[in-house]
């Protein structure tokens, strides 16, 4: 949503290309391949274990890839060792040195780039200031809270300019409260100082809150990278599908007509016209699956089928304020959810009711095989 | 104390357990304190005394004003000094191993640290002797590497005894070391790297300064105990290059000056008690500071 | 230069294991040697020494003493240490820090001025040369660890346990010996090994107190160790060994038992 602002800023800032990892015969990572741009915040999302953090350790340079390449600015880095990267990296619990103050906990990537002290804790007290921690400048880590620890943390990874900054499961070790708050300020920080962001997280809203762009792992592959709005509105697997946001999906056969194809489960059936882009990926006889987004879904008289519709038996009703959500039980058992902001109509239907449920072709989404 | 212990037992019902009340706290530590005032610190006040007969000095002034004696206290801190620099060398790295090398490895090396703790001292201090004799497998070894053509002095020098004395500190010098490393989060190290620092610069800059509590703690065990070493120094050393413990031996078997003798322990108990004060202290201040970041 | 450093790294601690457990390791197979002097490796196979060594009447009257004096000191500081350590662990009393200062400083007092001032003060009552002056001396030196154990053990119990004992109508006697001593018993009895282990290793006290009559095994190793270095000495550090991990062995089991 953000990606207008940064296009000025375009070029590719790493690239991943093939890049595997495994541990004996467990494939941590499976032949991942992706781009970064320029001023971009991308965030790697997906369960545990479906290869999100291996690709940020690796970016890092902690771990060693089996095979593929890493390029930072168009340089093979992938044998280069973390010291050398210069990447910025926020861990989950900070990993801020106990033993230094806040200053010299961010003076210290530039200690290690040979800044002379002077300027070295101008800088940081430029960062804190960003950050607005700048009273905090003499305390030790242990002396302040999660949220503030998180900001030092962060101001550490972004002093030195990195050509890319890293947040391990940024918002993990915060509770509930603070983590919306934290979002935001922590994408509007790297925004303000144009930072190039990987951020790895297994909680789907704070990747489509924050991201420019996301990249789905699972089972150490790849699945989809885009926008959230792509990853909504086109997912190319169930899987992203699921993930993103709510969707409900359906399996069925498809089938060729004289209008285009046709797919079609036990009681509802979805046609595309002839033609459509969607419709190129199946083939007929083939089973496929139909996603729609509930809020998609309209509910209408049941027998007034059309050619994208379908009937069930609702078996619970539940107002929350603004809109109804229905779940209906379909012919073969499965449930489909919706929500309607129709709340006139819904409120005369009762559990139990037969009840028609109708959508536009243009809301479908169709994944094949 | 004592009125609250029995106010609690006055509903008492079961009739076996009157007259056979256990006695309360007071009484429960009466007998240790006892006994340990008449065999333990008796004794010590008893050397005191004698090292003062009709209340003189002397045997203190001989003490600090004879070339011999001073030269086997300085000895003594001498030999203490490298053995303690020795063994924390090694325990470093032995500690880290064990904690921060997984499950299996501190396994392993905890078992190789406690088989020699639980032999006793004089055995080891045998088993030296045999390894270290010109004959010995030491020699051998390094006559077969071809490191050295003719055997090496190792016993009845100080390098037996230092030998000797580094493999029995070890342990000791470990735990702490270990107990200090194993709260050390090595991601701090992974947050070291990726802010540009070298593995060199890492380590001095945070792993280091991180494990120092641990580093004084052992050398400062390591040194207050072999202040008082006898059996190993008497067994692998010459006589020449005696230590305090021997030289008190020997005023007591020997030269029968039971005076001087006594003078001699009360200087080492005081050594002990100075050395392991500044233990009590170092730990002293790492908890207040531990407890001031708790709080903050 | 990483892995440089990584092999440098475990080489050492290797090295160092090597090194602790070397001395430990010769010993016993030294014993079997058929040669009159002590060898690594050893010559042929024999049991010779330790039967020279279990038929010695020396050697058995040492071992003798040995056991007698260990068992004493043992019983005697574990039931003085556990009492000690009951009144540490439930109560609070003034100079409680003293106290337990007390009953630790014998574990870090030098031997040897121990052995000195015991020599000096039992002479006067004429316990040297008995076992006695012996089991005495031994069971300051073993105070501290059955403190140690005992309190370890007891800080594992629920301290509301021995108060809603007494809440329930139980008397102090009755309580201890239903409540509190069964779940500190893997402490005393852990505490009691240490005891033992510590007079049966113990040296430098004897070697000032001991006679003929009265010396234990270790008296015996040093004067062969200081005298002629024969596999017979290695014989018994065989047997101390195996007995000093049967000792370790029980001990630990005593403290997965509670």
Same mark, same amino acid.
Request: glycine share 10%.
């Given at each position: 949503m953000m990606n207008a602002a940064h296009q000025n800023t375009a070029g590719t800032a790493m690239k991943l290309e093939g890049v595997s990892k495994h541990y004996g015969a467990v494939r941590a990572l499976d032949n991942v391949s992706f781009e970064l741009r320029k001023g971009e915040f991308l965030t790697m999302l997906g #369960? =545990? &274990? =479906? &290869?999100k953090t291996t690709s940020l350790r690796a970016i890092a340079g902690f771990i060693q890839p089996t095979s593929g390449r890493l390029l930072i600015d168009g340089r093979d880095m992938t044998a280069v060792p973390p010291q050398k990267r210069n990447i910025g990296m926020m861990f989950q619990?900070?990993? +801020?040195? #106990?033993?230094?103050t806040v200053l010299e906990n961010i003076g210290y990537p530039l200690e290690t780039r040979g800044i002379k002290r002077a300027e070295r804790e101008k800088r940081s007290m430029e960062m804190l200031e960003i950050v607005g921690l700048a009273h905090c400048a003499k305390r030790y880590p242990k002396e302040m809270s999660g949220g503030q620890q998180q900001r030092v943390a962060l101001a550490r990874a972004l002093v030195f300019k990195p050509d890319i900054v890293l947040l391990d499961e940024p918002m993990a070790a915060l509770d509930k409260k603070l983590r919306g708050q934290m979002q935001i300020e922590i994408m509007h920080i790297t925004r303000q100082v144009g930072a190039t962001v990987v951020s790895v997280t297994h909680d789907q809203e704070e990747a489509l809150v924050m991201s420019d762009r996301i990249a789905i792992f699972k089972d150490g592959r790849l699945e989809q990278i885009g926008t959230p709005h792509e990853l909504y +509105?086109? #997912?190319?697997s169930e899987f992203v599908a699921d993930f993103i946001g709510e969707a409900n999906l359906m399996r069925g056969n498809a089938r060729s007509t004289a209008d285009g194809v046709v797919v079609e489960g036990e009681g509802w059936k979805a046609s595309l016209p002839k033609g459509d882009p969607r419709s190129e990926a199946l083939k007929a006889g083939q089973k496929a699956c139909v996603v729609l987004r509930p809020e998609r879904i309209h509910a209408v008289a049941a027998g007034s089928a059309t050619e994208n519709a379908g009937e069930g038996v609702i078996e619970d009703k539940i107002y929350l304020g603004v809109e109804y959500r229905l779940v209906v039980r379909m012919g073969d058992g499965g449930k489909i959810n919706l929500r309607s902001r129709d709340v006139a109509s819904i409120a005369s239907m009762h559990a139990g009711d037969r009840i028609g449920l109708a959508w536009s072709a243009d809301d479908l989404v169709v994944i094949g095989g | 104390m004592t009125a609250t212990t029995n106010d609690r037992s006055v509903p008492v019902k079961a009739g076996s357990s009157r007259g056979f009340r256990l006695p309360p706290a007071f009484w429960l530590i009466v007998p240790s304190v006892l006994f340990l005032a008449l065999f333990f610190v008796f004794p010590l006040l008893k050397l005191v005394a004698i090292s003062l007969p009709d209340g003189s000095m002397e045997y203190y002034h001989q003490i600090f004003t004879t070339p011999v004696f001073l030269r086997v206290i300085g000895e003594t801190f001498r030999v203490s000094l490298i053995v303690t620099v020795v063994t924390v060398a090694i325990a470093y790295p032995y500690a880290y191993a064990m904690a921060h090398g997984g499950r299996a490895m501190l396994l392993v090396l905890t078992i190789a640290l406690l088989i020699p703790f639980w032999v006793s001292l004089l055995l080891r201090s045998f088993s030296w002797i045999v390894l270290l004799q010109n004959s010995g497998l030491v020699n051998d070894f390094l006559i077969a590497t071809g490191l050295i053509d003719r055997p090496l002095r190792l016993i009845r020098t100080p390098m037996g005894v230092i030998i000797g004395m580094v493999h029995i500190l070890l342990p000791y010098a470990v735990l702490p070391l270990y107990t200090v490393m *194993? *709260?050390?989060?090595?991601r701090l190290m992974e947050a070291s790297s990726i802010c540009g620092a070298s593995w060199l610069r890492g380590f001095a800059r945070i792993y280091f300064p991180l494990s120092l509590p641990g580093v004084m703690a052992s050398a400062i065990l390591a040194f207050t105990l072999a202040l008082g070493f006898y059996i190993t120094p008497a067994l692998l050393g010459s006589p020449r290059d005696m230590m305090i413990a021997q030289m008190i031996a020997g005023q007591f078997n020997e030269q029968l000056n039971f005076g001087l003798g006594a003078a001699l322990a009360v200087v080492l108990m005081v050594l002990t008690a100075v050395a392991f004060g500044l233990f009590g202290a170092v730990r002293a201040a790492l908890q207040l500071r531990g407890r001031r970041k708790e709080e903050a | 230069m990483d892995k440089l450093r990584r092999i440098l790294f475990w080489l050492v601690v290797t090295l160092t294991a090597l090194f602790l457990l070397l001395p430990t390791l010769i010993i016993v197979p030294m014993s079997f040697t058929t040669t009159t002097t002590l060898e690594f490796p050893p010559v042929g196979f024999t049991l010779e020494w330790y039967g020279k060594v279990i038929g010695a009447s020396d050697w058995q009257g040492a071992l003798l003493n040995s056991l007698v004096i260990a068992f004493a000191a043992s019983v005697l500081a574990t039931v003085i240490g556990t009492a000690a350590a009951l009144a540490l662990h439930t109560h609070r009393f003034p100079g409680k820090t003293i106290v337990m200062g007390l009953l630790l400083s014998p574990m870090v007092t030098p031997v040897i001025v121990l052995a000195v001032g015991m020599y000096m003060v039992f002479s006067g009552w004429g316990l040297v040369a008995t076992r006695l002056g012996l089991v005495l001396a031994h069971t300051v030196l073993a105070i501290p660890f059955v403190v140690v154990s005992v309190l370890a053990s007891s800080r594992m119990v629920n301290p509301s346990l021995a108060p809603a004992s007494l809440g329930l109508g139980a008397g102090h006697w009755f309580t201890f010996r239903r409540v509190t001593l069964p779940l500190i018993m893997p402490g005393v009895l852990s505490g009691a090994v240490f005891a033992f282990i510590t007079s049966w290793d113990e040296v430098v006290i004897a070697l000032f107190l001991a006679d003929a009559q009265t010396r234990t095994v270790p008296i015996m190793i040093w004067n062969q160790v200081r005298t002629n270095l024969d596999p017979a000495t290695a014989a018994v550090a065989a047997i101390l060994i195996v007995l000093s991990a049967l000792g370790v062995l029980l001990s630990y089991k005593f403290r997965e038992s509670r």
């Open positions: #369960p =545990s &274990g =479906s &290869g619990d900070y990993a +801020l040195f #106990p033993h230094m +509105l086109q #997912p190319r | *194993k *709260k050390i989060d090595l | -």
